[in-house]
């Protein structure tokens, strides 16, 4: 095999990546949603100049960065922000997932859809990328120097919500699939005690392997090198956490977050694992994001006609609604309530993946289920970190500055 194509291509997406920042600094508009569109343009959909074999790397590539930023992500779990925000994390996590799925289904079946098929895009429905929400925080932070955006705490609970968000989400799938082979089989005594064990198992399992990764991680930072964990110390225990959690068939984003729960609250040098992983994760993340760019198919938009607009627009108003009655009943501020479900609009990865499950599982709705999931990607890749990005500059600009 060449790999000279590769390797250029490896460094072409890298140097781009520094074109997105420097127009994103211009125009405002976030770096993902830029190598996003990079991505559409010279994928396979545009200019075609992906070498095949690189673009077969994309879900290899894609994996490594999930788990950064999952294990990243469960870092901001720790035992202050949790005492701090960790009710209105579990509140608004729970009230955008649920009226997610709620209004999404209810709507799809009011625009005409089948029950079962508008059931599982409900549940689909309540993913969030993960990825492009940290980055755009991340981005944020560093253009306006404000290390809490905002003062008032609302990265750390929109951060702390991303975090758990998809974990809330895989249960409401699962329920939902559980109701679809009900319906499918003439009624809710249909529905089928084999996939309660399978969502147990892909929650459960996640985390008993994150904690069993992340408590020897906890002795082991800032022992191989007293004070000061190495690179390889770090990544290592990041990657087995999610190779292990692949291999078990559990999900690696939960079983990443949760070791990272655990080194964040139990190890003695816990912040220097999360420097090595944020010193790293970026270039794997900008590969992630110009690649899943290359994959999206603009047709899908086309094929999915007025149910794709109706999922689109339904999915927003769930994540509004949803967002401001978590927050009403956490106790948040006005502007954090109204702002907090449009932050977390981005889709991508977990999505799609619920919706390939659910295709296997009904063929006979595969197409609509494809269609709709691949087409909203397209959207919400786009204009997803550009809602997250207008929700922190809101609410940075109008919240008090102490709470």
Known sequence: MDHGPILLTIGAILLVSLGADTLGRRTGLPRVTLLVATGIAIGPYGLDLIPEPMGDATEFIAAIALVMVAF???????????????????????????????????????????????????????ATDPAATRDVVT?????????????????????????????????????????????????????????????????????????????????????????????MEALGVVLICGGAAMWLGVSYLLAAIVAGVVVTNLARHHRRSFREIEYMDWPFLVLFFVLAGASLDPDALIATGLAGVAYVVFRLIGRFIGGWIGGQLAGLPRMESAWVGVALTPQAGVALGMALVAAAEFPEYRDALLAISIGATVVFELIGPILTRLALSRVEHRAPKKE
Do not use: H
């Open 72 to 126: 990243l992500l469960g870092g901001e779990l720790s035992r202050d922000k949790l005492k701090k925000n960790g009710r209105a994390i579990v509140i608004v996590s729970l009230a955008v997932v649920l009226v997610t799925a709620v209004v999404v289904g209810l709507g799809l079946i009011a625009a005409g859809m089948a029950v079962v098929p508008a059931v599982l895009l409900g549940a689909a429905a309540t």
């Open 139 to 231: 981005e944020y932070k560093a253009k306006t120097g404000n290390v809490a955006a905002g003062g008032n705490g609302f990265t750390q609970r929109l951060l702390g919500i991303v975090a758990i968000d998809d974990a809330w989400g895989l249960v409401v799938f699962g329920i939902a699939m559980g109701v679809a082979v009900g319906i499918q089989n003439g009624g809710i005594a249909g529905v089928e005690l084999g996939l309660a064990a399978d969502v147990a198992w892909e929650l459960f399992g996640a985390v008993a392997v994150g904690v069993i990764v992340g408590l020897p991680a906890c002795y082991l930072t800032g022992r191989v090198l007293p004070g000061e964990p190495t690179q």
